[in-house]
């Protein structure tokens, strides 16, 4: 992925790694939860050709540090950081997928500097029950990092073994099995204590709900949840996709921030 990498400093003193190209309005991309700056790589070039856009590492990844004791909260300081870094460029529309739109919406909800925001499938309790919670955070404990991600992928995203094996052995530009042990634990449970709704009633702009009509229900009652609750809402439906378009149809999706970021 092309453009400069840069940081900004967390308010608990955490390094926050971003990566910047393109030229226009700016638009900040936070990843979902086995993501890093890189999983943007499909959407890419989509999107630096409208946009300023910033991509950024999330805490316990990538080029960004960590600081104990993990609090959702502060993933919410982080982009409330990005974001006042980048609103001397103007103000900034964020795009957040799946643990990466919860923490979005959470920094809006905190008072964030954004413009719009764009949100594809926030997760909730119901895409962390307790059971699997308990087994996967059992997995990585004995070390099987690969099992937790299947089960994952495959109980919680709803996608068939066969696609799973073939994301396995795509090419992919990072290692995700260190940010699995890292971070898969300690996300669930936050998904799981994480109040949607207050949240949401929180939050003063106008907001995009992405939702594929392929992904598992979790992302749909979220999303009809949240489009009750949330004051200024607009629901747009992905044709044929379920929680993977960046990947899958990252044209489709890139027409759909468009229109509603007005470039």
Request: aromatic share 6%; net charge negative.
């Amino acid at each position: 992925m092309e453009g400069y990498r840069h940081s900004v400093t967390s308010a608990d003193g955490t390094r926050v790694g971003l990566l910047t190209a393109g030229e226009g309005p700016p638009l900040l991309l936070v990843h979902g939860g086995m993501g890093c700056i890189e999983s943007w790589q499909p959407l890419w070039a989509e999107l630096t050709g409208r946009w300023r856009v910033t991509a950024m590492d999330r805490r316990g990844r990538g080029t960004s540090g960590d600081t104990e004791p993990y609090d959702l909260s502060r993933e919410y300081q982080d982009i409330a950081a990005v974001t006042a870094s980048l609103a001397a460029d103007g103000p900034v529309d964020v795009f957040g997928h799946s643990f990466g739109a919860t923490c979005a919406l959470g920094a809006a909800a905190s008072g964030a500097p954004v413009r719009r925001l764009a949100l594809y499938e926030p997760p909730g309790p119901p895409a962390a029950p307790r059971e699997w919670r308990d087994r996967v955070t059992a997995m990585i404990a004995d070390g099987k990092p690969g099992k937790a991600m299947m089960s994952f992928l495959t109980e919680i995203i709803g996608l068939p073994e066969a696609q799973v094996s073939e994301l396995r052995n795509a090419p992919r530009g990072y290692d995700v099995m260190p940010i699995v042990s890292a971070t898969m634990p300690r996300e669930a449970q936050a998904i799981a204590d994480t109040d949607l709704t207050a949240l949401a009633a929180a939050v003063p702009v106008p907001v995009l709900l992405i939702l594929g009509p392929q992904s598992p229900a979790w992302a749909r009652d979220i999303t009809d949840t949240l489009a009750a609750v949330l004051p200024r809402s607009t629901l747009a439906v992905l044709d044929g996709q379920g929680h993977e378009a960046i990947e899958s149809a990252p044209g489709q999706l890139a027409s759909q921030l468009a229109g509603f970021f007005g470039y």
